[in-house]
């Protein structure tokens, strides 16, 4: 499978765009393609998916550790590969390097394509690209300019070939057609996006018209193949894992493992009025339930149907926007109720970022010191008169820490807003499903 990574110097640089983009235009000549996502992020892979109709991949080395991320990385198939990149290519865990795109790029030996959008700048872009290039020992094989005019182009492709010893593809002209609606959490989801189709076909033909696909695709190279040992045996689970346009942030291999345990099944807590028979585990993911709390709240059998599935011991995982429908209300909004207390929207993020967890206290589903990575990513709080077992500790650029509790436990449910890939920590999903043998 041949590779290559998409960077650029700063979130809202043209990554998205880009890697949809060439996608679609790989799509359109007919070759298999898998793509990839550096860091956690739920959005942009849905959109990934959308145009590949492949299940796209996170690449996280904070949540996963590294051979997790050269596990994801191999489980994907295809004849080309695009691993979209996050934030600026050297940004990680806050001013280190470390989990960044470019120490992802390290990790798996792939090179890196920069996507700059660049304004009212010539020689001094040309400064930036070398600093980008000299940084670290990172594999830059050239540069896509984006959002820009066709003179411009012309100025900075001359500017970087007296100045920098690299590449240029081509650009993408700025087109207002191209222009992605964003909420709260990012992006506004794919399946929520009328004319998306639109905007692909307009991005790839872009894209064929004005960058040399040809001599990039001679830039991709062959990746390694690593071995994946973060498999599970079939203990007979049967799993429900809630699935629409209010409960889509999950990873591929944690739905994986679920199905390794055993059998999966997807039910909508939007349109089916009530859970799927005979299920032994819940997986209620995150998404934006407070965006169609209305539908949620009038889908009174589907909330009764939880309820009394939790109430009567079945084993539940819920994360974020999942904790927030099992409490009694989101907004003042009847939810399902099973948590005694309410969850409220907010004007600005809550204990955003990376972080540990750490279970401290005793409880009937987790062991006490088990600890793991997570992310956090929401502008909820949730006000509850549950039992927490979590501390969680976010440890800054100086070396402060700020830790709070989370982790609400009510019989075998346990809600957190903490999102968590298993392939960080088996133990935490084996314990999750009830079995201990992996």
């Known amino acids: 499978m041949k590779s290559i990574v998409i960077s650029s110097n700063g979130s809202s640089g043209g990554k998205t765009t880009i890697t949809m ?18 860091g956690p992020d739920y959005i942009d892979p849905d959109f990934h ?6 299940p796209a991949r996170n690449l996280d080395l904070y949540l996963m550790g590294e051979d997790g991320v050269k596990a994801s990385f191999s489980r994907g198939k295809g004849d080309y590969a695009v691993v979209e990149g996050a934030m600026g290519l050297y940004d990680g865990k806050g001013i280190s390097t470390q989990y960044s795109t470019a120490h992802v790029s390290k990790v798996l030996n792939l090179p890196v394509i920069l996507v700059l959008s660049p304004k009212a700048k010539a020689s001094t872009l040309c400064a930036e690209i070398q600093g980008l290039m000299n940084f670290q020992s990172i594999n830059i094989a050239g540069i896509i300019f984006n959002n820009i005019k066709e003179s411009y182009y012309k100025l900075l492709r001359a500017a970087v070939e007296k100045y920098c010893n690299i590449k240029v593809f081509g650009y993408v002209p700025k087109d207002e057609r191209l222009s992605l609606k964003s909420r709260h959490l990012g992006l506004v989801q794919s399946a929520e996006i009328e004319d998306l189709n639109k905007k692909i076909e307009v991005c790839a033909g872009l894209i064929e018209n004005n960058v040399d696909v040809d001599s990039l695709l001679k830039y991709f190279v062959a990746a390694e193949k690593y071995s994946d040992n973060f498999h599970v045996k079939n203990m007979g689970i049967k799993s429900a894992v809630a699935y629409d346009k209010a409960f889509s942030f999950y990873y591929k291999e944690n739905i994986e493992l679920l199905q ?19 299920v032994d585990f819940i997986y209620l993911g995150g998404g934006y339930p407070e965006v169609f709390i209305e539908r949620l709240s009038e889908n ?19 994360e974020c926007g999942g904790l927030m429908y099992l409490t009694e209300s989101i907004d003042g909004r009847e939810t399902v109720g099973f948590f005694k207390g309410e969850s409220n929207m907010t004007n600005k993020l809550q204990n955003f970022g990376y972080a540990e967890a750490r279970v401290v206290n005793k409880n009937s589903i987790l062991p006490v010191g088990l600890s793991f990575n997570c992310h956090e990513f929401h502008k909820s709080q949730v006000t509850l008169e549950e039992k927490s077992i979590f501390k969680i500790t976010k440890v800054s650029y100086d070396n402060s820490k700020k830790q709070w509790r989370c982790g609400y436990i009510k019989g075998n449910t346990l809600g957190s807003y903490a999102h968590v890939h298993f392939f960080g920590n088996l133990e ?9 043998n992996i």
């Open 428 to 436: 935490m999903f084996t314990s999750l499903i009830g079995r201990i």
């Open 21 to 38: 983009g060439l996608l679609k235009v790989l799509k359109d000549r007919g070759f298999e393609v898998q793509s990839y996502k550096v």
């Open 300 to 318: 009174k059998t589907m909330l009764n149907s939880i309820r009394n599935a939790l109430n009567s011991g079945i084993r539940c995982y819920a």
């Open 49 to 54: 998916e959308y145009i590949t109709k492949v």
């Open 260 to 278: 390794e345990a055993g059998q999966v099944q997807f039910f909508s807590p939007l349109e089916d009025k009530e859970l799927p028979k005979d």
